[in-house]
């Protein structure tokens, strides 16, 4: 069984948040009658789910698709300014595919879409690696070093956000790799692999170190290659990447039955706690502290910083 929502969401090109919307409307009939609940239970096997008199058929075909980004384009459907988005070059067969994350609008690089929900919500909220190369103002510090290994946070991460974003604390994982390429003084190049995706990352986190990001391209994404795919131009998954790819996805399906099966078997308390709930702190000597990356099927996080880039390391 599964929630109505979430049953549209995951075998449509629907978002969550669009089926909830269609359904409040009264656009989803469950054999004839209207329904407008999201979270009324369905058999995802047999239910006659139709929306807008299109019927839903559950099934795991989807199609995923490598877009090399050019900078000078917004990740996004329309933009209120008029500036160039994705889908103005995009050809009209992938104009309702869905991007995995973003790029910001000055950032270039690897960027997947897909005509499914679940695919892109499955691989947003992932930790798999994402590979970019960087060019920063000035040298690369120790104190950059100390934090790439180490992870960082920070109280106030307004530094190298977009200017109409709200300040606030931010917290950096330790990075799963990095390389410094060049360290010419007055600038730098480095490639690094992170496993998270949140908003202006990088910009942020060398931000709050007086460097400012003038390159930003991404090169892979959970093993995904751009190689040598030309700016602006896109590309299928191979083969062996949807094999990979259904790998994680089934991994991500089993672990969330589990979940859920662990979730009823566990007893209810309905008694009222005096407990305060714990304040957060905020470390700022994170010597003591070193996260490990966790590894999850479709990843290749299985090195230590420096290792994976180095001449003669594992590709």
Not at 4 to 11: D, T
Not at 80 to 94: E, F, M
């Amino acid at each position: 069984m599964m929630r109505l929502n979430k049953f549209i969401a995951h075998y449509s090109t629907y978002s969550r948040r669009e089926a909830d919307q269609a359904i409040l409307d009264g656009y989803v009939r469950i054999d004839g009658e209207i329904e407008t609940n999201p979270a009324i239970q369905v058999d995802e096997r047999n239910a006659n789910v139709m929306i807008s008199g299109n019927k839903i058929v559950p099934n795991d075909q989807f199609t995923v698709i490598v877009y090399n980004k050019p900078r000078g384009e917004l990740v996004t459907k329309k933009d209120p300014q008029g500036r160039k988005t994705i889908y103005d070059s995009l050809a009209k067969q992938y104009r309702h595919y869905i991007p995995v994350g973003r790029l910001d609008f000055a950032s270039e690089g690897l960027l997947l879409l897909t005509d499914a929900s679940r695919v892109a919500t499955a691989l947003m909220t992932s930790k798999m690696e994402r590979v970019y190369k960087i060019k920063i103002k000035g040298p690369v510090t120790e104190g950059m070093k100390i934090a790439m290994g180490e992870g960082l946070e920070l109280e106030d991460a307004s530094a190298g956000a977009h200017e109409h974003a709200d300040a606030g604390p931010m917290s950096f994982a330790p990075f799963y790799a990095y390389q410094v390429q060049k360290d010419q003084g007055d600038y730098s190049i480095l490639k690094v692999a992170i496993g998270e995706g949140q908003n202006r990352e990088l910009r942020r986190f060398f931000a709050h170190f007086g460097a400012e990001i003038v390159d930003l391209k991404r090169l892979s994404f959970g093993g995904i290659e751009l190689n040598n795919l030309p700016t602006g131009k896109v590309r299928f998954l191979e083969r062996s990447e949807y094999t990979s790819l259904r790998e994680f996805l089934d991994a991500v399906e089993k672990a969330e039955k589990q979940k859920q099966k662990n979730e009823k078997k566990a007893p209810k308390v309905f008694e009222k706690s005096d407990a305060k709930p714990a304040k957060k702190t905020f470390v700022k000597d994170k010597a003591k502290v070193k996260a490990k990356p966790s590894n999850e099927p479709f990843s290749t996080n299985k090195y230590k910083p420096d290792s994976k880039f180095a001449k003669g390391g594992k590709k």
